[in-house]
């Protein structure tokens, strides 16, 4: 199996475009969640969702925006990148929402914006 | 929001040496994970404790969850080079959806 799949891998914009990161998971995970994580602040809840078509804000959703319209399928798009967006983004899932439920990660998408 | 805290931020160790790595939060936490990540990829998952008082081993890793639900501990025995990596820790709160992460311990292990 692939996991969790992201791409690109890597992606430099400039202010004010806007891109979509992409995730996929072939594991038939309901719960998958985007993350940011920055150098001395961790990983950061950005949105969530429990399934498809169902969609919730985390800790830093400003200037995301999430949809799921199947259960593999999970792009966080950016509307118009700021470069305090620059950071390495990560996808995760896991079978079902809760904090027992082990999270598998992608490899991460590192995002520069100029 | 639910704070975790963790300690050290940095380690730097000689292979074969004993550490602890400390999680602590004044919240009380349902469960709590540690993961361990290296440079270039996402994080594993280790264990997962969920009963005040927990203790799990691991190979060389124990994982001690505290009586309150409050705090969690990660002891290596004998560290390698290979233990080296950011551990985080992760725990889930009055939410049943959203997962609080940790800022992470640098671990470097020296041979």
């Known amino acids: 199996n692939a996991g969790v799949t992201q791409t690109p891998k890597f992606q430099v914009l400039k202010t004010g475009q806007s891109m979509t990161l992409q995730c996929a998971q072939d594991?038939?995970?309901?719960?998958m969640s985007w993350y940011r994580q920055d150098p001395g602040m961790g990983l950061r809840l950005i949105h969530y969702?429990?399934?498809?078509?169902?969609?919730d804000q985390g800790e830093v959703p400003n200037g995301y925006n999430v949809s799921r319209s199947t259960t593999e399928d999970f792009p966080l798009r950016l509307l118009s990148a700021a470069p305090s967006q620059t950071s390495v983004y990560f996808c995760?899932?896991?079978?079902?929402?809760?904090?027992?439920?082990?999270?598998?990660f992608g490899d991460g998408t590192r995002l520069s914006i100029l | 929001t639910q704070l975790l805290e963790q300690s050290p931020q940095f380690l730097s160790i000689q292979e074969g040496e004993n550490l602890t790595v400390y999680c602590n939060s004044s919240?009380?936490?349902?469960?709590l994970q540690w993961y361990r990540q290296e440079p270039g990829e996402g994080p594993v998952l280790l264990v997962t404790?969920?009963?005040?008082?927990e203790v799990k081993k691991l190979k060389r890793l124990t994982f001690q969850f505290g009586d309150a639900r409050k705090d969690s501990s990660l002891h290596i025995t004998a560290a390698q080079p290979g233990d080296t990596g950011l551990y985080l820790c992760?725990?889930?709160?009055?939410?049943?959806?959203?997962?609080?992460f940790g800022k992470g311990t640098l671990l470097t292990v020296n041979p």
């Open positions: 995760a899932s896991s079978p079902r929402s809760g904090g027992n439920q082990p999270q598998h």
């Open positions: 594991m038939n995970h309901e719960y």
């Open positions: 969702s429990v399934g498809a078509g169902i969609t």
């Open positions: 919240s009380v936490f349902s469960s």
């Open positions: 404790v969920v009963t005040g008082g």
């Open positions: 992760a725990g889930l709160g009055g939410s049943n959806y959203k997962l609080t």
